[in-house]
């Protein structure tokens, strides 16, 4: 890229796309229901092809924004379906279209081909194409926060149960042949509280973000300074159980029974505590943005911010924490 490439994409293209970022996530804001379905109404159709297929258990799905989609202006995402022999298998191939999210980014294409005429042949048109894929990367930031949220209870719906899969199987979104976010894990192998403690304890991020630990039982462990996101402890019997300056987003608490924990200094935003039972629970200036609290039932649950100590007696009073 030369000198005048440059000078133009950071002084033209960037702050046109600074303001169209704001316009996708808006849009997904407002298409928030149709991105949702069409989403897993693709889960639905891999499920229900891989039961056609004799002996086909899915390893994994992943989503993809295509480039020559974003390109070509069909705004097409990708989903395949790779079983245990992904090297050698075809997949389960299911297409969709964004177009409704990408509404706008044609007219900023061609106002840019437009503009870099006037610098005759200086700057080339595949410097805007290469500018604009550059972007993918935030929007797909935009696409997986939604989709972490939607799949979190995915174990309960008819198509997780019907889809034959691996005792361990998840499912990404990203850019095609680069870099691909989980979006959901599921893992089905026997866990027990000594290798939760460990896990806890020694394991790395990429270890513990994600992972699932549906009806654990566990007593007495301390968890600090732990990136521990998007974990899964549903329907889990937990007792003195501290968690101390951790990230700690999405968490799945979903029918858990919390007894004498306490969450002290963590970001617990977009977590899920729907119908768990919270028993002496302590969040000390905790992060609780977009928290499910639906149907949980408070027992001596305090929320303590600095000096200020608030005696938590329904899902209400957590609406005034940060």
């Keep these: 890229m030369n000198e005048v490439e440059e000078k133009f994409l950071k002084e033209e293209a960037e702050p046109i796309f600074n303001k169209y970022k704001k316009?996708?996530?808006?849009?997904?804001?407002?298409?928030?229901?149709?991105?949702?379905?069409?989403?897993?109404?693709?889960?639905?159709n891999i499920a229900k092809k891989s039961k056609e297929k004799e002996e086909y258990k899915v390893k994994y799905i992943d989503f993809?924004?295509?480039?020559?989609?974003?390109?070509?202006?069909?705004?097409?995402?990708?989903?395949?379906?790779?079983?245990?022999?992904?090297?050698?298998?075809e997949g389960i191939?299911?297409?969709?279209?964004?177009?409704?999210?990408f509404e706008g980014l044609k007219e900023i294409k061609d106002k840019l081909y437009k503009d870099i005429k006037k610098y005759v042949w200086?700057?080339?048109?595949?410097?805007?194409?290469?500018?604009?894929?550059?972007?993918?990367?935030?929007?797909?930031?935009?696409?997986?926060?939604?989709?972490?949220?939607?799949?979190?209870?995915?174990?309960?719906?008819?198509?997780?149960?019907?889809?034959?899969?691996?005792e361990v199987f998840q499912i990404t979104w990203g850019d095609y042949k680069n870099y691909s976010q989980k979006v959901y894990n599921y893992d089905s192998t026997i866990k027990t509280e000594e290798m939760f403690k460990e896990k806890m304890q020694n394991g790395k991020?990429?270890?513990?973000?994600?992972?699932?630990?549906?009806?654990?039982?566990?007593?007495?462990?301390?968890?600090?300074?732990?990136?521990?996101?998007?974990?899964?402890?549903k329907e889990s019997?937990?007792?003195?159980?501290?968690?101390?300056?951790?990230?700690?987003?999405?968490?799945?608490?979903?029918?858990?029974?919390?007894?004498?924990?306490?969450?002290?200094?963590?970001?617990?935003?977009?977590s899920d505590f729907t119908e768990s039972i919270l028993d002496e629970v302590i969040f000390e200036n905790c992060v609780l943005r977009n928290i499910s609290f639906k149907d949980t039932q408070f027992k001596k649950v305090y929320l303590v911010n600095g000096k200020k100590v608030t005696n938590v007696l329904k899902e209400e009073d957590l609406q005034c924490s940060i």
């Design 205 to 233: 991020s990429e270890d513990i973000v994600f992972s699932t630990w549906p009806s654990l039982k566990a007593d007495k462990a301390r968890i600090q300074d732990k990136d521990i996101s998007c974990m899964s402890l």
């Design 237 to 270: 019997e937990l007792k003195n159980i501290l968690f101390s300056s951790c990230v700690a987003l999405g968490l799945n608490f979903k029918k858990a029974h919390l007894e004498r924990c306490h969450f002290r200094n963590c970001d617990l935003g977009s």
């Design 122 to 166: 200086k700057i080339r048109p595949c410097s805007i194409d290469q500018y604009i894929l550059r972007q993918i990367p935030i929007f797909n930031i935009y696409f997986t926060y939604f989709i972490i949220n939607w799949l979190k209870q995915w174990d309960e719906e008819i198509s997780f149960r019907e889809m034959p899969k691996l």
């Design 23 to 44: 316009e996708v996530l808006l849009k997904i804001l407002e298409n928030e229901e149709r991105f949702k379905g069409q989403v897993l109404e693709v889960i639905e």
């Design 93 to 101: 191939w299911e297409v969709f279209s964004l177009d409704y999210i």
């Design 64 to 89: 993809s924004v295509l480039q020559i989609g974003i390109l070509d202006e069909t705004y097409e995402v990708t989903a395949i379906a790779y079983d245990k022999n992904w090297y050698a298998d």
